[in-house]
C-alpha cells in the first residue's frame, strides 16, 4: 500500500513536468505580447516597448527562458507575475481561499440535491416523480451557470432591491457577509452540477438495482429503504464519487464567467486576465497549480474507492 | 526677464488651447454636480467602478486610466486642470503659473512650501526635479512612455528650495500644458535615490488621500490625508470626504448591477447609451448623468506597405465611402460614438469648422457623390472588387459596432471587407508587425493637443516607431508635424494643424478617424463636487468630491 502511495506520488512529477512544457510552448505560440497589450491605444515609443521586453527577460531564446523559469521552480519560487510583478504566490494566495470555498459550497449544495434526487428518481423509475426529477436535471445541464446566475442576479435586485456583496468577506471575518456573498453563485454553480450528478446517481443505482444482491436482500425481506441506502447506494456510489471530485477539481480554476457575473476574485478570473495579459509566469504557475489539484483529486478519489468498495486494494 | 504681461499671456494661450474642453451635459437624470448655493459637505466614503488594474503603481510608466482613478487621489502634480472648470490649468503644488522668458525658452516655476509627502516628509524643489528627471531623462531600466512629450526640454535645475527652472532648447506650443499631465506625479527624490523603482510598488504622495490598502483583484482603499495643503474657496480643508474604495469590477452586466443595487456610486470611465438607460429607469430618483465629447477616437489604417493600399486612390476610396454623419445618427444610439470630427476633436480648440472639414475626402454630406467618387477611383486603380481582411479587437464597445457600420459603408462600393477579430494581445501583435490589410486602430488622449492627437502619424521608421500603423515615411508631412509643434501662436497653429488634416486624411489618405467617442457617466446623484471632462484621465484626484445626505 505505502509502495503504491509513493508510486502515485512520484508520478505526479513528471505529469505535471509534462504540462509545464506543454503549457511553456503552447503560450509562446499563441500571437501577443504582454508588452504591446501594456501599452495598447497609447502614443508610446517602439523604444519604450523594447526596454520593457528587455526588463522582463522576453528578448531572451526560449529555451533559455523555460530554464529559468524551470530553475525558479525547483527552488519552490514560481516568480513574479510579468504583469504586476507581484509574486505569483501572493497573488494566487488573495484568490485561492474564495475558489476553494466557492467549490466546496457548490459540491455541498450539488450533493445535497443530486444523490437523494437521483436515487429518487431510480427507486420511482418512469413514475412522474421521475420525470420531474429527468426535467430539473436536464435543465441544469442546458443552462449555462453564469446565465442563471446573472438572472438570479437581476431577480433580486428588482424584487428585494438587494444584491451579492461585491466584496468577497472571508469567513472567519464575518460568516454572515461570507455566505451572503457565495450563496447565489454557489446555488448557480451547483445547480449544473447537481444535474450532471443526479443522471450519474440515477443510473448508476437503476443499474444496481438490478443486481442478484439486491434481489437477495429483498427476498429476505429487509426492508426496501435500507436496500437502498445500505445495498444498492453505496455500491452504485463509486462513479458518482468520481464525477463529483472531477468536477470539484473543475470548480477550482474553471468558474470564469460565472465569477465575472458575481465579481469574484478567484482562480477562473484571474487565469483568464493571465491569459488575456499574456502573463507567462503566472499562467504556467496557474496551469501547474490546477494540473496538481487534478491529480491530487484523482489520487484521493482512488484512496476513497477503498473506503466504498472493500474489494479494492492496491499494492 | 520674465514680465507679469508673459504670465497672462501664458494663461491666455492655456485658455485657449482648452476651450471648448467643456463638456456639455446632457441625457438624463440631473444635470449638475452639485444644485446652485448647496455647500459642500464633509465626511463619507465614495464608492466607486473601477473596471481594470494596472501593471504597476508608477504613473510615470503606466498609460492606462486604471492606474489613474484608484491611485491619482494619492498624489499632486505641478499643475493640474481646475476641477470646477476643466478648460483651465491651475497651480497644485506649484504656488502660481509659470513664469515665461520672452524667447518662451525659460520657465520658472514657483513652489509651495507647504506640501508633505503622507511619511511626513516636506516636498521641496528636490522632489520635484527628481521626478520630472525621472519622466524626461528616464535611466537605463526606467521606463518613460511620456518622455518624447518633453522633447524640447534641455535642463531642469532648482535654484531654491521653491523654486525649480526648465530650459527648453526650442520654444514648445504644448510643453507647459503638459507639466498639468496627471501621469506626473510628485515622487520623492530620496526614495527615487534609494530606489529608482520604489514607486512601481509602493506609494507615497503629497495627495488628499492616504493610501490604506490594496487587494489585487478587488479593491484599492483610500483616506483622508489630514496634512494636505489644498483649501476650497472658502478657506476649508480638502478634501472633504474621509476616504475611497476603488471596487475592481471588469464586467459589465456586473458594473451596472453594482451601480443599481447602491454598491458603488459611480464608474469615471463611461457606460453605454444602453446601460445609462437602463440605469435610469431603475433608479429614477436617484441618478444623475453627465455626459461630454471624448478625445479618444478609431482611426481606420490601411497598411500601405501591402498592396493595393500603397496606392493613394484605394486607401482615398476606403474613407470617401463611409458616410459618417449617418453614421454618427445611428451609432450614437448604441454605442459610445457620437462626433463627426478630424485628427482634432470636434468642438475642442484646434478643430476645423463645419464648412472646412466637409471638404475633406470623406467629410462630404454628399454621402452618394462620395460613394460614386469612391468607386470610379478603385475602378482607376485596377480593383473595382477590392475584397481584404479588417482587423479589429474583441472588444464591443465601441470596436465591433463601429467596425461593422464601416464594412457596410465598404459593401456599398463593391468592397468586401471580412471581420478580422482578434482578442487584444494577439490585435496589437498583428498590428506591430504589420502583419495586416487594414485595420481598426484607436487612440485616447488627456488633452486637446495637436503633438498628442498626431503622434500616430509621424514617419513610421522615424518618430512614427511603434505608432504609426499605417507604415508610411513622409518627410513632408513630419515637417508640418514639427512646424506646429514649434508654432507658440494658437491661432497659426491651427491652421497649421488644418493643413495636416487636408494633406494626412485626403491628399495622402494614410489613415483618418471614423467618429470620436461620447463619454456617458449615470451616478449616484448623492455624488457631488465631480465634472465629467473630456477625457477620463484628468480631474481624478478626488479632492473636490464630496457626499450629499440622503
Known amino acids: 500500500m505505502r509502495r503504491y502511495v509513493v508510486g502515485r506520488l512520484l508520478l505526479m512529477i513528471p505529469t505535471l513536468v509534462g504540462v509545464a512544457i ?67 504566490v501572493e497573488e494566487i494566495q488573495i ?11 457548490a459540491t455541498l449544495f450539488a450533493v445535497a440535491i443530486a444523490v437523494p434526487l437521483g436515487v429518487l428518481a431510480a427507486v420511482r423509475q418512469d413514475s412522474w416523480v421521475d420525470y420531474v426529477i429527468r426535467v430539473f436535471s436536464i435543465g441544469g445541464l442546458s443552462m449555462p451557470s453564469f446565465w442563471i446566475g446573472l438572472l438570479m442576479v437581476l431577480f433580486t435586485i428588482t424584487v428585494f432591491n438587494w444584491a451579492p456583496p461585491l466584496i468577497f468577506t472571508p469567513i472567519t471575518e464575518d460568516p454572515a457577509a461570507n455566505l451572503a456573498g457565495l450563496i447565489l453563485p454557489a446555488i448557480a454553480v451547483g445547480y449544473r452540477y447537481s444535474a450532471v450528478s443526479m443522471r450519474m446517481t440515477r443510473s448508476t443505482v437503476l443499474e444496481v438495482l438490478r443486481e442478484d444482491y439486491v434481489r437477495t436482500a429483498r ?11 445500505r445495498h444498492a447506494l453505496r455500491n452504485a456510489l463509486l462513479p458518482v464519487v468520481t464525477v463529483i471530485s472531477l468536477e470539484f477539481a473543475f470548480l477550482i480554476g474553471g468558474l470564469v464567467v460565472t465569477e465575472q457575473v458575481f465579481n469574484l476574485n478567484g482562480i477562473g478570473k484571474l487565469l483568464v486576465d493571465a491569459v488575456a495579459h499574456r502573463d507567462y509566469t503566472m499562467i504556467q504557475s496557474l496551469v501547474l497549480l490546477l494540473a496538481a489539484v487534478f491529480v491530487l483529486v484523482n489520487f484521493a478519489v482512488d484512496m476513497v474507492y477503498m473506503f466504498l468498495d472493500p474489494r479494492i486494494r492496491y499494492a | ?40 459637505r464633509p465626511g463619507g466614503t465614495l464608492t466607486f467602478i473601477v473596471n481594470a488594474e494596472p501593471p504597476s503603481y508608477d504613473g510615470h510608466r503606466e498609460t492606462t486610466f486604471a492606474l489613474l482613478h484608484p491611485i491619482a487621489p494619492h498624489y499632486s502634480t505641478l499643475y493640474k486642470f481646475d476641477p470646477s472648470d ?24 514657483k513652489l509651495r512650501t507647504d506640501v508633505k509627502f503622507h511619511d511626513g516628509q516636506k516636498m521641496t524643489s528636490d522632489d520635484v526635479v527628481a521626478t520630472y528627471q525621472k519622466i524626461i531623462f528616464p535611466p537605463t531600466g526606467v521606463l518613460s512612455p511620456r518622455a518624447g512629450a518633453y522633447a524640447a526640454v534641455d535642463t531642469i535645475t532648482n535654484p531654491a528650495p521653491d523654486q ?35 514607486y512601481e510598488k509602493n506609494i507615497d504622495g503629497t ?48 458594473e451596472v448591477n453594482a451601480i443599481r443595487s447602491k454598491q458603488a456610486m459611480i464608474e469615471f470611465r463611461g457606460f453605454t447609451p444602453q446601460q445609462r438607460d437602463d440605469l435610469s429607469r431603475a433608479l429614477p430618483n436617484d441618478l444623475a448623468i453627465q455626459e461630454a465629447p471624448w478625445i479618444c477616437v478609431n482611426y481606420i489604417v490601411p497598411n500601405t506597405k501591402v498592396k493595393p493600399f500603397d496606392d493613394v486612390r484605394v486607401r482615398q476610396a476606403l474613407t470617401l465611402a463611409i458616410d459618417r454623419y449617418a453614421g454618427s445618427a445611428s451609432l450614437q444610439k448604441i454605442t459610445i460614438v457620437k462626433d463627426v470630427g478630424g485628427l482634432m476633436r470636434p468642438g475642442g480648440p484646434f478643430a476645423q469648422a463645419d464648412a472646412d472639414l466637409q471638404k475633406i475626402a470623406g467629410y462630404s454630406t454628399d454621402a452618394a457623390a462620395a460613394k460614386t467618387k469612391a468607386k470610379q477611383l478603385l475602378a482607376d486603380a485596377g480593383v473595382p472588387n477590392l475584397s481584404f481582411k479588417f482587423l479589429n479587437r474583441n472588444i464591443t464597445t465601441p470596436y465591433e459596432p463601429v467596425a461593422l457600420f464601416v464594412i457596410d459603408q465598404w459593401k456599398q462600393v463593391g468592397i468586401t471587407a471580412t471581420h478580422d477579430v482578434k482578442e487584444t494581445s494577439a490585435y496589437q501583435a498583428d498590428l506591430r508587425a504589420g502583419n495586416f490589410q487594414v485595420a481598426l486602430d484607436f487612440n485616447c488622449d488627456f488633452l486637446d493637443e495637436p503633438d498628442l492627437q498626431l503622434a500616430k502619424f509621424w514617419s513610421a521608421s522615424g518618430l512614427g ?33 488644418a493643413g495636416i488634416e487636408k494633406y494626412a486624411m485626403d491628399t495622402k489618405a494614410y489613415q483618418y478617424p471614423v467618429l470620436w467617442w461620447y463619454r456617458i457617466i449615470p451616478y449616484l446623484n448623492v455624488v457631488r463636487g465631480w465634472r465629467i471632462g473630456s477625457n477620463h484621465y484628468t480631474n481624478q484626484d478626488l479632492e473636490t468630491v464630496w457626499l450629499a445626505q440622503k
Request: with cysteine; proline share 6%.
Open chain 1, 22 to 88: 506543454l503549457t511553456f510552448v503552447i503560450m509562446r505560440a499563441v500571437p501577443g505580447d504582454i508588452v504591446a497589450l501594456q501599452y495598447a491605444g497609447s502614443t508610446v515609443p517602439q523604444s519604450v516597448i523594447d526596454e520593457q521586453r528587455h526588463i522582463l527577460g522576453l528578448d531572451k531564446p526560449m529555451w533559455n527562458q523555460f530554464t529559468d523559469w524551470m530553475g525558479q521552480i525547483a527552488h519552490g519560487d514560481l516568480g513574479q507575475s510579468l504583469w504586476t510583478g507581484h509574486p505569483v
Open chain 1, 95 to 105: 484568490r485561492l481561499p474564495l475558489s476553494i470555498e466557492l467549490a466546496i459550497l
Open chain 1, 219 to 229: 427476498a429476505k425481506g429487509v426492508r426496501e429503504s435500507v436496500v437502498v441506502m
Open chain 2, 1 to 40: 526677464m520674465v514680465t507679469y504681461r508673459r504670465v497672462a499671456a501664458l494663461s491666455l494661450t492655456f485658455a485657449l488651447a482648452l476651450a471648448a474642453c467643456s463638456p456639455k451635459a446632457t441625457g438624463g437624470g440631473s444635470q449638475t454636480p452639485a444644485p446652485a448655493g448647496e455647500q459642500p
Open chain 2, 86 to 109: 476643466l478648460t483651465k490649468v491651475i497651480p497644485d503644488v506649484a504656488a502660481a503659473m509659470p513664469d515665461v522668458s520672452s524667447d518662451k525658452l525659460t520657465y520658472t516655476i
Open chain 2, 164 to 198: 525649480l527652472v526648465f530650459k527648453l532648447k526650442y520654444p514648445s506650443a504644448s510643453f507647459a500644458t503638459n507639466l498639468a499631465s496627471p501621469w506626473n506625479f510628485i515622487y520623492s527624490a530620496a526614495k527615487l535615490k534609494t530606489d529608482i523603482h520604489w
Open chain 2, 207 to 254: 495627495g488628499p488621500f492616504i493610501y490604506v490598502s490594496n487587494t489585487k483583484g478587488a479593491d484599492w482603499v483610500g483616506k483622508k490625508n489630514p496634512d494636505y495643503f489644498g483649501k476650497d474657496k472658502s478657506g476649508t480643508q480638502l478634501p472633504y470626504l474621509d476616504g475611497y474604495k476603488a471596487l475592481v469590477i471588469t464586467d459589465a452586466n456586473a
Open chain 2, 465 to 497: 516607431k511603434g505608432l504609426n500603423f499605417a507604415y508610411y515615411d513622409d518627410a513632408d508631412l513630419d515637417k508640418m508635424i514639427d512646424a506646429q509643434s514649434r508654432e507658440t501662436d494658437p491661432a497659426k497653429r491651427k491652421t497649421l494643424v
